[in-house]
């Protein structure tokens, strides 16, 4: 839980003058948003009250932003909004506001809405699915100016005397919630960047990498934009395409329902991390796939099997042969 800390911590004991401040941001400050907005919607869940959701966006949106942040500007601020910006600049998002930070300021005032609408206190049977939704693409908005900074570093790594400090920090910054989706990119990731020495030649396979695991940190290609022309390129899967898993090809789109596996590992680092509701909360409403394993377990298209399913209801539920036995 520390983590965080002994990061910043070590850096200054060794005089990392550049990287300190950037890892104080986007390790403990960004957490600490992400903490905020899930007590946004733990708040909505729990039905205690607006104040208490507002009180938690404010502060959310407060840290950002920072108090002397002039909107769209590069040269104010200190803050993650800043670093946005300065991400952005090497995107083709120089002038005024950064893709990044516009798609954030419109997630805050729209969760905002919803709090001043009260649709948690007025029950809206779909209110927290729906608020936790938009939470949910606002931590990828944030991971944003995390990989564009990412990649600035991997292709300048001569473009400061820390670069190889900021490379391995941006890698440990995203890289949990990579292992908590993609093992395997995961430790490709910890090989290539953590305690070796980043060498020029091996930029485009670190571009490739990052590019395969956009959607595991809720980010899109054009969401991150073109950094140059000469690296590879990142093209988002249009709408509809159809992929191929483990050798069977698939007819239609199934790219949501197929991402429950994430639902499933995460419930797994959730129950062995003995965060319980959180592992419930997953379960019941689902979190990377479009469908939910209560869904799954409690679907009425089961008992169409007839005897099949007559036979797994009594067997695990006893005479009275529960329909929802799985759940």
Same mark, same amino acid.
């Given at each position: %839980? &520390?983590?965080?800390?002994?990061?910043?911590?070590?850096?200054? +004991?060794?005089?990392?003058?550049?990287?300190?401040?950037?890892?104080?941001?986007?390790?403990?400050?960004w957490?600490?948003?992400?903490?905020?907005l899930?007590e946004?919607?733990?708040?909505?869940?729990?039905?205690?009250?607006?104040?208490? #959701?507002?009180?938690?966006?404010?502060?959310?949106?407060?840290?950002?932003? @920072?108090?002397?942040?002039?909107? @769209?500007?590069?040269?104010?601020?200190?803050?993650?909004? +800043?670093l946005?910006q300065?991400?952005?600049?090497?995107?083709?998002q120089?002038?005024?506001?950064?893709?990044?930070?516009?798609?954030?300021?419109?997630?805050?005032?729209?969760?905002?809405?919803?709090?001043?609408?009260?649709?948690?206190?007025?029950?809206?049977?779909?209110?927290?699915?729906?608020?936790? $939704?938009?939470?949910?693409?606002l931590?990828?908005? #944030? *991971?944003?100016?995390?990989?564009?900074?990412?990649?600035?570093?991997? #292709?300048?790594?001569?473009?400061? +005397?820390?670069?190889?400090?900021?490379?391995?920090?941006?890698?440990?910054?995203?890289? %949990? /919630?990579?292992?908590?989706?993609?093992? $395997? $990119?995961?430790?490709? #990731?910890?090989?290539?960047?953590?305690?070796?020495?980043?060498?020029?030649?091996?930029?485009?396979?670190? =571009?490739?990498?990052?590019?395969?695991?956009?959607?595991?940190?809720?980010?899109?290609?054009?969401?991150? !934009?073109?950094?140059?022309?000469? =690296?590879?390129?990142?093209?988002?899967?249009?709408? !509809?395409?159809?992929?191929?898993?483990?050798?069977?090809?698939? *007819?239609?789109?199934?790219?949501?329902?197929? /991402?429950?596996?994430?639902?499933?590992? &995460?419930?797994?680092?959730?129950?062995? *991390? /003995?965060?319980?509701?959180?592992?419930?909360?997953?379960?019941?409403?689902?979190? +990377?796939?479009?469908?939910?394993?209560?869904?799954?377990?409690?679907?009425?298209?089961?008992?169409? =099997?007839?005897?099949?399913?007559?036979?797994?209801? *009594?067997?695990?539920?006893?005479?009275?042969?529960?329909?929802?036995? %799985?759940?």
């Amino acid at each position: %839980a &520390q983590y965080s800390n002994t990061l910043v911590t070590d850096l200054l +004991n060794l005089d990392k003058v550049e990287a300190t401040p950037e890892a104080a941001l986007v390790t403990s400050v960004w957490m600490y948003i992400v903490h905020k907005l899930y007590e946004v919607t733990r708040a909505c869940q729990d039905n205690s009250g607006s104040s208490k #959701m507002q009180q938690s966006l404010d502060i959310a949106a407060a840290l950002w932003i @920072g108090v002397d942040q002039e909107e @769209g500007d590069i040269d104010s601020g200190n803050m993650l909004y +800043n670093l946005a910006q300065r991400a952005g600049e090497h995107f083709g998002q120089g002038l005024g506001e950064t893709t990044a930070n516009s798609l954030i300021i419109e997630a805050f005032n729209k969760v905002q809405l919803d709090i001043e609408n009260e649709i948690c206190e007025n029950k809206h049977p779909d209110a927290y699915i729906s608020l936790r $939704s938009k939470i949910h693409d606002l931590i990828g908005y #944030m *991971t944003i100016p995390l990989i564009q900074r990412f990649i600035h570093h991997i #292709m300048y790594p001569e473009s400061s +005397n820390e670069n190889a400090d900021f490379i391995e920090l941006y890698a440990l910054s995203i890289g %949990a /919630r990579v292992a908590a989706c993609e093992p $395997s $990119s995961y430790l490709s #990731m910890i090989n290539l960047f953590v305690g070796n020495d980043f060498k020029e030649s091996s930029q485009d396979q670190a =571009i490739q990498l990052l590019h395969s695991i956009y959607s595991c940190v809720q980010v899109t290609c054009d969401q991150v !934009g073109v950094y140059r022309d000469d =690296i590879p390129e990142c093209i988002d899967a249009p709408d !509809g395409e159809k992929v191929e898993y483990a050798g069977y090809p698939q *007819t239609f789109d199934v790219s949501l329902p197929s /991402r429950i596996d994430r639902d499933i590992l &995460q419930i797994k680092i959730l129950t062995e *991390t /003995r965060a319980y509701e959180a592992a419930l909360d997953y379960y019941t409403n689902g979190y +990377n796939s479009d469908v939910s394993l209560q869904d799954i377990a409690t679907s009425p298209g089961r008992a169409k =099997i007839g005897k099949v399913f007559d036979a797994f209801a *009594t067997y695990f539920s006893g005479p009275n042969s529960d329909p929802n036995y %799985a759940d």
